[in-house]
């Protein structure tokens, strides 16, 4: 008999009660009396949207009438329809009762029609491994409503948060930095993932700071509402950020990155032009400098940019592009719809990437149409390409026409290490494949693929 066996009933049953659902799946196991003497629900889950499954009042007291023995390992609570405030304390309660049972999985999709606070009892859960608080679908959440982390507790301590995801979240610092404390109560956060935060305090915001964060995902962090931001993340291997451009990167610290996808915007203070007197024009960026964001790009291996501002921002602040030996792959999005999608960063870029092997645009080749054989001025010719290594070419959105075929056989012709070209095509209404204009190349591969 093994010893968990030999033990009384009272006492597995308080061990297990100390226990998370994957723990309490491995003493299971060991114990043939403990089978009988508490229960794993893998997901136990609440969707406003399924009638079948009765009222929220109804499932609370189900969970709450639950053994005190019976272990959670996936909770999903989901409340699209805005929840009446008052209802707050049957979340809270639900939320506590699923802490107590050693979730490891948590997620929270409610549309909040005012504040809501997490309990305390969320900050110190020592199983939680994954968390997701989503109140995007509150109405009017722009205008202050949704989840609020105010004051965390002394003690706040997340030792097992592995993956956190907050969507729509306000942080009123009242009491000192809410989120820094957050981040400093999680000692094994491995991602993050940020969409719609709110602010109350512009001098304790923008302040990111983990040593393990290897994923960061940034969606709409709102740093025009202070003026600072710092990124402090040794570890991270991953950097999304799809965001306006603050006033200053202050601390900047991505000494591991080994992928970046940037999309950069200005807010609508920043995104008036300058004008020179040739018709050319820059973006005004004496509010917003990305100066040491971009040199945190050193030892990135793979790297996506995308959009107008992000072109703009890398042309102006070009002096700031460091050498980055590791870059093998770029990938350069173009919106179909920016009549003024120069690349005027792309000769700076490429000369300080030794080497790059994969070069991808993705939409379609950049041209004047009012002059389809003309290479833009802001390409100076193709000259940079004679000395870039680029192995392969491909380009997402090939339509075949006289303006791409010009620009086309400028890369082909002047890229010397060019082994393959690869080419996607749009099937559009009345274009013919047979048709599409594609130039001849002798020194490289060409393929064309194509979907509707």
Do not use: M
């Given at each position: 008999m093994d010893r968990i066996s030999s033990l009384p009933n009272e006492?597995?049953?308080?061990?297990?009660?100390?226990?998370?659902?994957?723990?309490?799946?491995?003493t299971s196991v060991l114990s043939k009396k403990g089978r009988n003497l508490f229960t794993i629900i893998p997901k136990l889950q609440f969707d406003d949207a399924d009638e079948i499954q009765?009222?929220?009042s109804d499932f609370v007291d189900g969970?709450?009438?639950?053994?005190?023995?019976?272990?959670?390992?996936k909770f999903y609570l989901s409340c699209r329809d805005r929840?009446?405030?008052?209802?707050y304390d049957l979340i809270n309660r639900c939320l506590c009762d699923v802490l107590k049972r050693g979730v490891l999985d948590l997620k929270l999709d409610i549309g909040i029609g005012t504040h809501y606070y997490l309990p305390f009892e969320f900050f110190t859960c020592k199983t939680v491994v994954k968390v997701e608080l989503d109140g995007r679908y509150?109405?009017?959440?722009?205008?202050?409503?949704?989840?609020?982390?105010?004051?965390?507790?002394?003690?706040a301590f997340l030792p097992a948060l592995e993956t956190l995801t907050l969507s729509v979240i306000?942080?009123?610092?009242?009491?000192?930095c809410a989120f820094k404390k957050l981040l400093s109560a999680c000692p094994l956060l491995k991602e993050l993932t940020i969409f719609g935060m709110r602010w109350q305090r512009r001098e304790w915001s923008g302040k990111l700071c983990s040593p393990t964060l290897q994923r960061l995902i940034i969606q709409d962090f709102h740093p025009s509402q202070f003026t600072r931001v710092t990124l402090d993340t040794p570890s991270l291997t991953y950097l999304e950020c799809s965001d306006a451009i603050p006033d200053q990167y202050s601390?900047?610290?991505?000494?591991?990155?080994?992928?970046?996808?940037?999309?950069?915007i200005l807010t609508n203070d920043h995104s008036h032009k300058l004008y020179d007197g040739f018709g050319n024009h820059d973006f005004d960026y004496s509010f917003s400098n990305p100066t040491n964001l971009i040199k945190g790009l050193g030892n990135v291996g793979i790297m996506e940019i995308s959009f107008q501002y992000t072109f703009e921002a890398l042309y102006y602040f070009r002096e700031s592009i460091p050498v980055c030996e590791n870059l093998y792959r770029l990938t350069i999005t173009c919106d179909d719809d920016e009549e003024e999608a120069c690349m005027d960063f792309l000769p700076f870029l490429l000369n300080k990437s030794p080497n790059l092997e994969t070069l991808v645009i993705h939409g379609q080749l950049h041209y004047d149409e009012e002059q389809p054989e003309s290479v833009c001025k802001c390409l100076s010719g193709y000259s940079f390409l004679l000395s870039c290594p680029v192995k392969v070419l491909q380009i997402t959105d090939?339509?075949?026409?006289?303006?791409e075929v010009e620009q086309l056989k400028h890369f082909i012709e002047k890229l010397p290490c060019l082994k393959s070209v690869k080419l996607h095509s749009r099937v559009r209404h009345g274009v013919d494949k047979e048709k599409l204009m594609i130039p001849r190349a002798s020194k490289c591969t060409i393929k064309v693929t194509f979907s509707s």
């Open positions: 006492v597995i049953c308080h061990i297990v009660s100390f226990l998370s659902a994957k723990e309490a799946v491995f009765g009222s929220f969970v709450i009438a639950l053994p005190s023995s019976t272990r959670v390992g929840v009446d405030p008052a209802r509150a109405a009017g959440y722009f205008y202050g409503r949704g989840f609020v982390v105010d004051v965390l507790p002394e003690n306000q942080f009123n610092d009242l009491r000192g601390i900047v610290n991505l000494d591991s990155l080994v992928e970046a996808k940037l999309d950069l090939y339509g075949g026409t006289n303006g």
